[in-house]
């Protein structure tokens, strides 16, 4: 198995299959630099699933971007 690399500090972590995985109140925390790609994937995820009515918020604190599961 390819091992991911550091990026900014930290493992590089995927983004869409982590944020499908994520319960209702749940918090991830990516660098800031990963901000479009977040904000991009959050919002195609949450149009994917609008039968389910999944909801996300995106918020950029400081040098890290905090994405909470609403719905």
């Given at each position: 198995m390819k091992e991911k690399k550091y990026i900014y500090g930290e493992k590089k972590k995927p983004i869409s299959s982590t944020l499908k995985k994520m319960k209702v109140g749940d918090v991830e925390r990516y660098p800031i630099e990963r901000m479009g790609s977040v904000r991009v994937t959050a919002y195609q995820i949450a149009?994917?699933?609008?039968?389910e009515k999944v909801v996300f918020s995106v918020i950029p604190r400081g040098?890290?971007?905090d994405v909470t599961r609403i719905r």
């Open positions: 149009t994917q699933m609008r039968r040098l890290h971007v």
